[in-house]
C-alpha cells in the first residue's frame, strides 16, 4: 500500500495574491519536515479545544510536523476560515509556530461571550440572506468587489475567541498566530504586524495601550476614518483588534488590518446597536474608536506579514528554519488551502456546520436583561420611544436567548397592566429569540396586549431593539 498523501501535497506554492484568482497552480511539497520535527498527534473526542486523530483516509488529515508552518486560504468563506483556524489551532505540533492567512467576504464577527442584539445592527443584517445551511461554494475570485452595497450578503458569525466585534471585507486582511501557550505573549504578534507595516512604508503604526494597532495622526497613508472621535485630526485611528485564546498547550493570536479599499462606512453602520441603550448584558462589551485604513494593498501586506512572521521564527542567520527552500513572498512559503480540499475533512466539516448554526451565533449570548426602564442593576436612563404610552413597560431577562422573565405593558390602569404582563409571561417564557419563527405582533395579539394600533407600534419599536431572528 502506498503512504498516505502529506497535507503539503494539497497545498501550492503562492508569488502574488492575484495568482489566487488566475493561475493554473502546480501543487508541491513546501515544507520538507525532517526526522526530529516529527511528531505524533494526540487523541481526544472534543472538537472546539482539544487536538483530534483524523483517520487518514481524509486529505488533509496530516498537519505537517514542521516547526513553523504558514498558509493562506483560498476560500473568503467567513465560516469556512473560521473551522480552518480553529483545525490548526486543535491539529498542529504543540510546539510549533503558525501563521495563517485568510480575507472574509462582508461579515460581522462577534467574540465568543458577547451579545449580537447590543454590539452589531441585528435589524440591518437579518435582511440580508445568511449563510446557506448546506455548503455552497464562496466566490473565492474577487467577484465581490464590483457589488453594490444592496447586494452584499454580509453574514453575522460568532467566533471561538474572546475579545470585540469586527466587521470583514476583503479589503481587511485576517492574520493569526499560533504558538505553544508557555510562550505566548500579548503584545508579541500585534508587534510583530507593527513592524511589517513599517517595513511596508507605514512608520507611525504602533500597538496602543489596548494592544490595538493604530496610525498616529502624521500618518501620510491614513484614509478616512468612522467612529467616535473620527474627524479630529489629533485622534490616533484604529487599524486593527486583535483577540486570543488560550487551550492547555496552544495559544491563538488573531486580528484584522483594515487596508487600502476597507468599507469603513459598512463599519460605522453595521457595527451599532439601537437596543444596547436598553439591555444590561453580562459578557463582553466592544470599546469604540475612530478606525482608519491603512495605505497598502492586500499583495504588499501579506508579503510583509509573511516576511516579519519568517524574521521572528527563521533560524538565527535569518536563512534556515522550514521556509529556506521555497521562493514565494521574498522567501516565505505560504501553503495556499482550498475550499474543496477543507471541506473533505470531517473535523473542519463539523465546525464548519456548526459556526452556520443559530443555536451558535445565538444560542451561545450570555445573560441579559432588556428594560425599558432603570433597574437595581443598571440605572442609566434611556430615551422613551415616540408614539407609544409613556407608561408603558417592557421587561425581558434571557439566558442563552431563551426568555426566562418577561413583562410587557402598555395601559395606564394599574390593574389591566398587571394583566397584560402577567398573560405575556405566559406567552413568552420559555421561547427562543432565535430560530422558532415567531413574531412580535402574533405574540402581542395572543395576549391580548393593547389595541391593534398599540400592537402595531410597540412591535415596530420590538423589532428595531430586540429583534427576533427567524433562524
Not at 242 to 261: D, P, V
Not at 305 to 311: D, L, S
Not at 350 to 375: A, M, N, R
Not at 394 to 401: C, E, G
Request: aromatic content about 6%; hydrophobic content about 35%; glycine content about 6%.
Amino acid at each position: 500500500m502506498p503512504p498516505p498523501r502529506r497535507l503539503s501535497t494539497h497545498l501550492t506554492a503562492v508569488t502574488t495574491l492575484s495568482s489566487i484568482r488566475t493561475s493554473t497552480f502546480i501543487r508541491s511539497t513546501l515544507i520538507r519536515p525532517s526526522t526530529q520535527t516529527r511528531r505524533k498527534l494526540s487523541t481526544t473526542p472534543s472538537l472546539r479545544d482539544t487536538p483530534q486523530h483524523l483517520p487518514p483516509t481524509d486529505p488533509l488529515h496530516r498537519v505537517p510536523s514542521a516547526d513553523i508552518q504558514a498558509y493562506l486560504s483560498r476560500t473568503h468563506n467567513p465560516h469556512l476560515n473560521l473551522a480552518l483556524e480553529q483545525y490548526l489551532l486543535t491539529t498542529t505540533p504543540p510546539d510549533s509556530s503558525i501563521l495563517f492567512l485568510y480575507i472574509n467576504n462582508p461579515c460581522v464577527v462577534i467574540g465568543r461571550n458577547q451579545n449580537p442584539w447590543v454590539e452589531c445592527n441585528l435589524p440591518l443584517l437579518l435582511k440580508r440572506p445568511q449563510a446557506p445551511r448546506h455548503h455552497e461554494p464562496s466566490d473565492a475570485h474577487g467577484g465581490d468587489e464590483n457589488r453594490s452595497e444592496d447586494d452584499k450578503n454580509v453574514q453575522l458569525m460568532r467566533r471561538r475567541s474572546g475579545g470585540g466585534t469586527v466587521y470583514h471585507d476583503l479589503h481587511n486582511l485576517n492574520w493569526s498566530v499560533i504558538t505553544p501557550s508557555a510562550s505566548f505573549a500579548r503584545d508579541k504578534h500585534v508587534q510583530m504586524v507593527v513592524r511589517a507595516l513599517q517595513g511596508a512604508g507605514i512608520k507611525n503604526a504602533r500597538v496602543n495601550e489596548r494592544h490595538d494597532i493604530v496610525l498616529d495622526p502624521s500618518t501620510t497613508k491614513a484614509r478616512k476614518s468612522h467612529g467616535e472621535g473620527a474627524g479630529k485630526e489629533s485622534t490616533p485611528l484604529k487599524v486593527s483588534g486583535s483577540a486570543f485564546k488560550i487551550t492547555r498547550n496552544r495559544a491563538l493570536h488573531h486580528g484584522t488590518l483594515l487596508l487600502e479599499g476597507a468599507d469603513l462606512g459598512s463599519v460605522r453602520r453595521y457595527l451599532r446597536s439601537e437596543g444596547a441603550r436598553y439591555i444590561y448584558a453580562k459578557g463582553v462589551d466592544s470599546v469604540r474608536a475612530p478606525v482608519g485604513q491603512v495605505g497598502l494593498d492586500m499583495d504588499t501586506a501579506v508579503k510583509a506579514v509573511a516576511t516579519e512572521f519568517r524574521r521572528i521564527y527563521s533560524a538565527p542567520n535569518g536563512e534556515g528554519g522550514e521556509f529556506g527552500e521555497a521562493a514565494s513572498y521574498g522567501g516565505n512559503a505560504l501553503m495556499q488551502v482550498s475550499e474543496e480540499d477543507a471541506l473533505t475533512v470531517e473535523f473542519i466539516r463539523k465546525s464548519y456546520e456548526e459556526l452556520l448554526t443559530s443555536d451558535w451565533t445565538f444560542g451561545q449570548t450570555p445573560q441579559f436583561e432588556f428594560s425599558l426602564w432603570p433597574t437595581s442593576t443598571d440605572s442609566r436612563a434611556r430615551p422613551l420611544p415616540q408614539g407609544l404610552p409613556p407608561d408603558m413597560d417592557v421587561f425581558i431577562r434571557a439566558r442563552h436567548a431563551s426568555i426566562e422573565e418577561a413583562r410587557v405593558s402598555i395601559s395606564d390602569d394599574r390593574g389591566i397592566a398587571a394583566q397584560d404582563a402577567e398573560r405575556i409571561r405566559n406567552v413568552l417564557v420559555g421561547r427562543h429569540l432565535h430560530g422558532e419563527g415567531w413574531v412580535w405582533e402574533d405574540v402581542l395579539e395572543q395576549a391580548n396586549v393593547g389595541n391593534m394600533e398599540s400592537r402595531h407600534a410597540l412591535s415596530k419599536w420590538l423589532n428595531e431593539v430586540i429583534p427576533v431572528v427567524e433562524s
